[in-house]
């Protein structure tokens, strides 16, 4: 089986900058995709930024030319570096991991965001 371990959370006062790592291990095959996911008090989960084994990438549209997903396929670490950020992005961070047949999530990690 697969474990997704998250680090790279924390406060961050608005127009700055925090980076994300998660690390996945276990079973991983050479075909996948691996993503950032979160979720607000309230609100639904929602995607933030997927690439795939082979380096393409998809950034929902509120993240766009602030944040920038990239990853090692080597160590099947994928890295989210967020600039700008606002208060808006506070939520809980969720790696991902799809590979056939199925997904895999991490615990999730904090990012808070003070204005």
């Known amino acids: 089986q697969v474990q997704l371990v998250e680090s790279g959370g924390g406060l961050v006062q608005a127009g700055g900058s925090l980076s994300l790592s998660c690390a996945a291990s276990g079973r991983i095959l050479s075909s996948n995709a691996m993503g950032w996911y979160r979720q607000a008090p309230g609100k639904q989960r929602e995607l933030v930024a997927r690439i795939t084994s082979g380096g393409s990438t998809n950034y929902a549209d509120s993240v766009k030319g602030r944040f920038t997903i990239s990853r090692d396929n080597a160590k099947n670490t994928v890295y989210l570096q967020m600039n700008s950020l606002k208060p808006e992005d506070t939520a809980v961070y969720y790696c991902?991991?799809?590979?056939?047949?199925?997904?895999?999530w991490g615990q999730g990690t904090q990012v808070t965001v003070s204005s």
């Open positions: 991902n991991l799809a590979q056939a047949p199925r997904t895999y």
